[in-house]
């Protein structure tokens, strides 16, 4: 079961100034939405895309079915541009 | 000024001292001295106050940003400023005790420059011998400590053909990601042009390998390719997003430039952080409002559609190729003086061997 890190060189950054989350990378600095905030906040190195896909479902009232493929390809899309490892 | 973004990216200049002297350095080439350049506590004051005006990525660079004795308080001086910090630097004189140093003040990332793939030519380009040598066991210890690693290959006619060892010494090195910059005809790249600038061919192999290797889903490593801009039709947006959009520089001295080649933009007056706050800077100097937007621009740019994507090219080009820097970048096919980049273009096909010139440290 795949877990997501964050390697190092990636972080996740409190914005104040635009009020908003933003992953940064090397030479990167994507500005979360809401649903990419709440997937990365739950990165920790621990809990794996389908645990994370549940926890989002649960917290959201929506159906894992909907939620996993959000999160699966989010992640996976941030894997490929190496700002996530699956381990 | 609520419709002028802030700025995500700072591009700091701690030295123009660095070891190396290679052909293509995108310092100016009036350097500013070592006895003029910024102490640790302007630095980190400036640090701060680029921080709370939206900066998030702050880039280490130089010359040789290894050379300021105060490298680690200035990278933690950054992190305690909440920037995502990044040094760019050739490797020389980063011992091991230094790059612990680094690491504990919190660096986020380093990027390593390569000249080539050997010593032979990397020595030759970068004008120091056995520093090669040095910079392979330099990217040994980074990758020891674990360390986030860009290999930046910086590419042009002597050794352009060797990309493809070059993008499996980044995957040798340990490096997530890679970029490959061709020279950028600025200072001394210009002054070198004649040697530096690749063939047509030479451009066009050197894409289809990076095309190949983005392509192959084995490919681990991050590809980011920056293609010389004179083969181009149209110009390279400047900045991104249009100059005073996404990021500023700042030269050893407290100098504050709108991008690392506008030391040549002698009309204008950059103003320094010691005696103007970075905020005022960015949102109120003439130096920083001079292109923003298109009143300035001239035709055929002011009535193009695309003037969105590239607003008007850059505008350091149009100056040292035109001597009108408000002109539309001569890249652009629809450029009047297009033919003066054709002409550069064609006297590179049939150049032979060309000398170079080494660019020069100041004391
Ligand atoms: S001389 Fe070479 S290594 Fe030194 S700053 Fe210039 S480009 Fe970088
Ligand atoms: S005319 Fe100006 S805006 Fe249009 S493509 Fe050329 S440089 Fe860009």
Known sequence: MSVPVLPRGVRLHDDRVRNCKVLLGPERALILDESGTAILSAVDGARSIEQIAADLAQRYSAPLEAVRPDVTNFLADLAKRRLVDLV | ?363
């Open chain 2, 1 to 363: 000024m609520s419709d002028i973004p802030a700025p995500f990216a700072l591009l700091a200049e701690l030295t123009h001292r660095c070891p190396l002297s290679c052909p293509y350095c995108s310092n100016p080439l009036e350097m500013v001295r070592g006895a003029q350049e910024l102490p640790t506590e302007i630095w980190a004051d400036v640090f701060a106050q680029a921080a709370s005006l939206g900066v998030l990525q702050l880039h280490l660079s130089g010359g040789e940003p290894a050379a300021r004795r105060d490298l680690p308080e200035l990278v933690a001086a950054a992190r305690a400023a909440g920037l995502y910090v990044n040094l760019i630097t050739s490797g020389i004189g980063l011992t091991p005790a230094r790059l612990d140093a680094l690491e504990a003040a919190g660096l986020d990332h380093v990027q390593l420059s390569l000249q080539g793939v050997n010593a032979q030519s990397a020595d030759k380009i970068g004008g120091y011998k056995g520093g090669f040598e040095r910079k392979m066991s330099v990217a040994g210890l980074i990758a020891e400590r674990g360390l986030a690693l860009t290999i930046n290959a910086v590419m042009h006619r002597t050794n352009l053909d060797d990309l493809p060892r070059m993008i499996e010494m980044a995957r040798e090195l340990g490096a997530r990601r890679i970029e490959i910059a061709c020279v950028q005809f600025y200072g001394w790249a210009l002054k070198n042009r004649a040697a530096l600038q690749p063939s047509r061919a030479q451009v066009d192999q050197a894409k289809a390998i990076v095309a190949a290797a983005r392509a192959d889903p084995a490919e681990r490593l991050v590809i980011d390719f920056v293609p010389p801009d004179y083969y181009a039709d149209y110009p390279k947006a400047c900045m991104g997003g249009g100059w005073g959009s996404t990021g500023l520089n700042i030269a050893p001295d407290g100098t504050v430039l709108p991008c690392h080649a506008a030391q040549t933009m002698t009309h204008l007056q950059f103003p320094n952080v010691q005696t103007m706050p970075l905020r005022e800077i960015w949102y109120g100097s003439a130096a920083f409002n001079a292109y923003r937007g298109d009143d300035w621009m001239p035709e055929p740019c002011r009535s193009c559609p695309r003037k969105a994507v590239d607003h008007g090219g850059c505008r350091c080009q149009a100056l040292a190729l035109t001597g009108d820097a408000a002109a539309t970048d001569p890249v652009c096919r629809k450029s009047p003086d297009r033919a003066k980049v054709d002409a550069l273009l064609a006297e590179g096909e049939s150049a032979t061997e060309a000398e170079w010139t080494y660019r020069m440290s100041p004391v």
